[in-house]
């Protein structure tokens, strides 16, 4: 994927942080759908590249650091981005200094798309977030602050779902209406990242608590819905504790 193509994408998700969240709807979803769309340009064209002889690209394996007190939710939202990009996988550890880490294991234009959804989304989880919780407060006020930061942390994984499952959708669509051989294509493109990544040593991850039901069916309807970019994240840094 070209610079200017990379962007334009940011251009627009960064757009979508600081805008309506009717705009910011649309904002996101043209942007997914530009990624995807991008995504199997690249493909096609490595391999046409593979097919004459040519130096195909680059498969790479990028980090992303999370911190703060809901950094284990999105890095499992960006876990479920790189799935529904279809052609990533994703890897997770602990940072010694604190913080949770996510690899990202792809081509080169896949794994920058990713990271830079991943961050997008990031920014628009917390601000849906903290709109959904300043409506809930009164009704958690007699809870522990532990199930106060439960019910926070699974409308974030709730959010991270949905938002997935909108771009897998996206992604099944784009590739129905394009050309003959594309899932071809795109299968051969997932199979060369397995095998590099088959041969990358895993650390399994903690198993996760079970979330808030309620709290992660709204997160999880606002993922989908995309309504999630009223606010810039200079707009309210600050997140509830």
């Not at 600081?18 to 991008?38: D, F, G, I, N, Q």
């Not at 990533?88 to 010694?96: D, L």
Request: no cysteine; net charge positive.
């Amino acid at each position: 994927m070209s610079e200017a193509k990379l962007d334009l994408i940011a251009k627009l998700l960064a757009k979508a942080e600081s805008t309506t969240p009717e705009e910011a709807e649309a904002l996101t979803e043209h942007a997914e759908r530009l990624m995807v769309k991008y995504g199997i340009e690249q493909a096609r064209l490595d391999a046409r590249r593979a097919q004459i002889g040519q130096t195909r690209e680059e498969i790479i394996q990028e980090r992303m650091l999370f911190t703060g007190v809901y950094a284990r939710d999105i890095r499992e939202l960006g876990g479920n981005v790189a799935f529904a990009l279809g052609s990533i996988r994703p890897m997770q550890a602990e940072h010694p200094g604190g913080g949770m880490i996510l690899y990202f294991v792809g081509f080169t234009s896949d794994v920058h798309q990713a990271k830079i959804l991943t961050a997008s989304l990031q920014v628009q989880a917390m601000v849906a977030m903290r709109a959904w919780w300043a409506g809930q407060r009164e009704l958690y006020r007699r809870h522990s602050e532990s199930e106060k930061r439960r019910a926070r942390s699974g409308f974030i994984r709730g959010f991270g779902i949905g938002a997935s499952q909108r771009l897998r959708e996206s992604r099944r669509v784009i590739i129905e209406e394009s050309s003959t051989g594309t899932d071809v294509v795109l299968a051969s493109r997932r199979d060369q990242v397995d095998t590099f990544f088959n041969d990358i040593p895993h650390v399994r991850a903690r198993a996760r608590q079970g979330a808030d039901l309620s709290a992660f069916t709204h997160g999880h309807r606002s993922g989908r819905d995309a309504n999630t970019g009223g606010k810039s994240l200079t707009a309210g840094r600050g997140l509830p504790r």
